[in-house]
C-alpha cells in the first residue's frame, strides 16, 4: 500500500484517482466510480465528489493507497 500526502482536507475522489495515476483521466476516475469499481474504507463507492480525508484507503483493482495530510 503506498501512502498518499495531501496538503489540504477534504479533497474529492475523482481527483485523488487522477492525480496518483490510478486512472488515466478525470472522466475515467468518475466512469470507474460509476461502475462501483472504487473502494473507500474497504465500502464501495459511487460518488464522484466523496471528500477524502487523512486516514482513508482507497482501491482501485489492485492499486491502494492511504490518504495522510501532511
Do not use: C, W
Not at 475522489?13 to 460509476?34: N, P, R
Not at 464522484?48 to 482507497?58: A, L
Amino acid at each position: 500500500m503506498r501512502v498518499v500526502e495531501i496538503f489540504h482536507e477534504p479533497i474529492e475522489l475523482y481527483k485523488i484517482l487522477k492525480f496518483e495515476s490510478m486512472v488515466t483521466s478525470g472522466g475515467e476516475a468518475k466512469a470507474v466510480i460509476a461502475e462501483g469499481l472504487v473502494l473507500v474504507n474497504s465500502n464501495v463507492e459511487t460518488k464522484k465528489r466523496k471528500k477524502i480525508v487523512s486516514g482513508d484507503i482507497i482501491e482501485v483493482g489492485q492499486d491502494k493507497i492511504r490518504i495522510l495530510l501532511k
